[in-house]
């Protein structure tokens, strides 16, 4: 045993100081106190009324002490859990903890066969899910596209119906409005065993998104209450583009965000007090030459690591961004810009860093690219893992057993650790020059696209109850008979 | 296909270094013919070994471990195949070259052969080409590895194989080289027969090299 020592798990990483996260944190409570958010919602202006929230007009200003109450209420650690029961694919949100997974809503695809930039289809939904089912460090799904190929209004019904059966990973769904969440809603409490079973281990959670600069839209909130009022844990995440819809600097863009956030906070709170939040928000620039929301700038990896600590400092997890690239192709760009902010959002900790697999700015989602994310997340995994020091690892018995000039490979020691201390790639070709020439002289493109096609040839996620396959059927023809006279 | 052979392939398998003497023991104990237990047994669990190793399945301190339990099970049967006059494997004179220090990857070529059946004599390193030719007088071997880390060094390589011609002993011997700066390009312009460029493909040049592969 030993007294007054302290042991660092893992690499530290910290940005701001406490008395400049205090700043920050005193600044969204100004923004959302003294200028406030329109609420484009009626029942939703009239909820945050009662809960004191100072309504005038569409403008909703809330008081300090209001935020600072919602806080306390929303959990910093909880679990969404995997729907069939593995504990492996449960998610444990508390601190310390980076998960990462895909992002919404692109309308492209990179085509799996071709390599081409086409409309995203519903059977793009069944590939994304079963390939993050597979992977090893990617732990949540989206669906990396909106389904063009069906009613545009089921596009997120067919979304959640064609991902749901193909990984039992936690969803984050992505949605329009209130109908298209109650389809998915009854997909997921179908598999749980009913509304009580699911408030105990929920399956998905519900993704929101309001507007920058500080408006909560009708649907963004429509869908909040939907969440909060069923206790799914929720997102409730901004997009704004530093320099266009939000300040151009970055403490500017992260209060800005985190009040456009926290109003859904206080929200959800105000209905479902202790429902699971996440602080969002997509922090980027808009590049000033190419006019984009740039996915591969540092500022989006620096503003979220930025974002983070503010979250942590306020007791919430966060909604992080990585994995993501500008680069329309699979490319060293795309390699360059994704695996730095996975790195980056690995460091902060960020709960659930999503659009990992986002390319061309977001507007086509590459499963190609999730992938190849999948190497850097495991890569950067090893390295915030950190080392460990105790009498076993510090080996001095075995430094001397060894002595001058002899080697470690029949060391009990070595053949204990060899497996858990190194972090062995996938992807990454380590192999000698004659080795990599005669398998074909591949780059990490070719080795990516083969193991994208490896694991849909083989890989089998776990069956969803025949009941909820039913239930699927059933739930995506009652949608279809609701929409069939709108245009 | 007796069930022992099948232990004794799954205990190569696991690098179950203690196991093999006793299963190749109880073998010998029932009858059963040294050549068999060898080529049955402890061959057939050597040969996925390798299979594995190069699917990426093993890594090579289990490899090691089970090279090292093979050698164990041959050490047993060695004198029984000399009487029954099999043919062995060859032996190797290992060394890393004149002024070259390093010999990690020469001492895993040394236990990935005789892992492989090969009686291995180690030199040690920073040998001089005389030491080689010496050696090469004294023990006879089939074949004369060695090994250099450094560009600075791997010449040294060259000098040896010329010292070698130069005793008159070149055609006696298979000259097999090899290190992290080694290619099969250098290895053809010093005269060398070839070149391994890991322990596992070392130890598979050699049994090529004596015609045991």
Same mark, same amino acid.
């Given at each position: 045993m030993r007294t007054n020592y302290r042991i660092n798990s893992g690499v530290r990483f910290e940005m701001l100081s406490q008395d400049q996260l205090q700043e920050l944190f005193d600044g969204v409570l100004h923004v959302l106190e003294n200028i406030g958010l329109e609420v484009h919602h009626d029942e939703g202006r009239d909820i945050l009324k009662n809960a004191g929230a100072w309504v005038d007009g569409k403008r909703v200003r809330i008081p300090q002490y209001l935020v600072k109450r919602s806080l306390e209420m929303a959990p910093r650690s909880f679990t969404i859990y995997a729907r069939d029961g593995n504990p492996k694919h449960d998610i444990h949100i508390g601190p310390g903890r980076a998960h990462f997974g895909p992002g919404p809503t692109p309308p492209n695809f990179i085509d799996v066969e071709t390599q081409e930039r086409r409309p995203y289809v519903k059977d793009d939904a069944r590939i994304v899910a079963t390939v993050v089912d597979a992977?090893?460090?990617? %732990?949540f799904c989206e669906s990396l596209g909106t389904i063009s190929d069906v009613h545009p209004d089921l596009a997120a019904s067919y979304e959640f119906a064609e991902m749901f059966p193909n990984t039992s990973k936690p969803i984050v769904a992505w949605s329009y409005g209130w109908d298209d969440s109650e389809d998915i809603h009854k997909i997921a409490v179908a598999e749980a065993g009913g509304q009580d079973a699911f408030e105990r281990r929920p399956n998905y959670v519900h993704y929101c998104e309001p507007l920058s600069p500080l408006v909560s839209t009708f649907e963004a909130v429509d869908k909040l209450i939907f969440a909060a009022r069923h206790r799914v844990p929720l997102i409730f995440t901004p997009c704004p583009l530093a320099g266009g819809t939000a300040p151009v600097t970055a403490a500017g863009i992260i209060i800005q965000a985190a009040a456009e956030s926290w109003m859904g906070l206080v929200l959800a709170q105000a209905i479902q007090p202790g429902v699971p939040f996440f602080m969002g928000g997509v922090l980027s620039v808009m590049d000033m030459n190419a006019m984009i929301l740039s996915y591969g700038a540092p500022e989006l990896a620096l503003m979220m690591a930025g974002a983070t600590e503010l979250a942590h400092f306020a007791g919430l997890p966060l909604w992080q961004t990585g994995g993501?690239? %500008?680069?329309?192709?699979? %490319?060293e760009q795309a390699s360059l810009e994704g695996s730095i902010s996975c790195f980056f959002s690995a460091l902060t900790g960020g709960d659930l860093c999503h659009d990992?697999?986002?390319t061309e700015s977001g507007i086509t989602g590459s499963i190609l690219q999730t992938v190849m994310m999948d190497e850097a997340i495991g890569y950067s995994r090893r390295i915030t893992r950190g080392i460990e020091v105790n009498e076993d690892t510090l080996a001095t018995d075995t430094i001397h057993n060894v002595g001058p000039n002899g080697h470690y490979l029949y060391e009990e020691h070595t053949h204990r650790y060899f497996k858990t201390e190194f972090w062995y790639p996938n992807l990454c070709d380590r192999h000698n020059f004659e080795e990599w020439e005669a398998a074909g002289k591949t780059k990490m493109r070719d080795r990516v696209i083969e193991r994208t096609r490896d694991i849909l040839s083989s890989h089998k996620p776990s069956a969803i109850k025949p009941a909820t396959k039913k239930a699927i059927k059933e739930i995506l023809e009652a949608a279809e008979a609701r929409v069939k006279d709108k245009q | 296909m007796s069930e022992i052979y099948e232990q004794i392939a799954t205990g190569i398998l696991e690098g179950n270094v203690p196991k093999i003497p006793e299963l190749v023991q109880k073998a010998l104990d029932e009858g059963l013919n040294a050549n068999d237990i060898l080529n049955d047994g402890l061959v057939v669990g050597m040969n996925e070994v390798g299979n594995r190793f190069k699917s990426g399945a093993m890594f090579i301190p289990e490899v090691l471990k089970s090279a090292k339990a093979m050698h164990a099970g041959q050490e047993l049967l060695r004198s029984l195949l000399a009487a029954s006059g099999a043919a062995q494997t060859g032996k190797i004179v290992l060394g890393t070259v004149q002024?070259?220090?390093?010999d990690i990857g020469k001492n895993l070529v040394g236990m990935m052969c005789e892992g492989a059946g090969f009686e291995v004599i180690d030199l040690g390193f920073n040998i001089e080409p005389e030491k080689f030719t010496e050696a090469i007088k004294k023990h006879q071997p089939n074949i004369v590895g060695m090994s250099a880390l450094l560009t600075t060094t791997m010449r040294a390589m060259g000098y040896t194989i010329k010292a070698i011609e130069e005793a008159g002993l070149r055609d006696k011997v298979k000259v097999m080289v090899g290190g992290a700066p080694v290619d099969a390009e250098f290895a053809e312009r010093i005269g060398a027969d070839g070149y391994g460029h890991n322990a596992v493909s070392g130890a598979e040049l050699a049994k090529k090299l004596v015609g045991a592969a």
């Open positions: 992977l090893p460090n990617i %732990d993501c690239t %500008d680069s329309k192709v699979l %490319d990992v697999g986002y | 002024g070259d220090l390093h």
